[in-house]
């Protein structure tokens, strides 16, 4: 006995196959912009750190020039720093904290990437705290 096939018999993609073809593809969308935009704030945590560095590197130096330290103002007149360094996302500057005999300082910005995490410098070198607000004390802790 020979069956032959109908000529009505569907061979095309259901929309149902379709649906889910497009989910799984929305899904893989979603993943891929959120891993985008999370290497996007990790780098721009990076760049805080490396601005951080360098204000450190220009205290040390303008230390050693005037045996104390200097608010970001005196390290841009001075010319220590010839560029101004800006926080990546906000576009603004960077604070930095001193104590009464300009002997003890700190500046700080926070982490993009994980809440509630702060990179520090400080006449001691760099940090991370968890702690708000931040001033000269929570940078001593």
């Known amino acids: 006995m ?6 009505f018999t569907s061979s095309g993609i259901s929309i149902l196959t379709i649906i ?4 799984l593809l929305l899904v893989v969308l979603m993943i ?3 891993n985008i ?11 805080r750190i490396k601005h951080l560095e ?19 103002t005196d390290l ?8 101004q360094y800006l926080d990546p996302a906000s576009g603004d500057n960077y604070k930095i904290f001193l104590n009464v005999l300009a002997d003890e300082w700190c500046t700080w910005s ?19 705290i968890n702690k708000q607000p931040i001033n000269l004390a929570t940078c001593k802790e």
């Open 110 to 128: 926070a982490s993009e990437a994980e809440d509630n995490k702060f990179y520090i410098q400080t006449e001691q070198g760099p940090g991370v």
């Open 54 to 72: 360098i204000i450190g590197l220009a205290q040390v130096y303008y230390f050693n020039q005037h045996q104390q330290y200097g608010m970001l």
């Open 2 to 7: 020979i069956i032959k096939k109908s000529l």
């Open 32 to 34: 891929v912009v959120a």
């Open 37 to 47: 935009n999370l290497r996007q704030k990790q780098s721009r945590d990076e760049l």
């Open 76 to 83: 841009y007149q001075d010319e220590i720093i010839k560029q």
């Open 20 to 23: 889910s073809v497009l989910a």
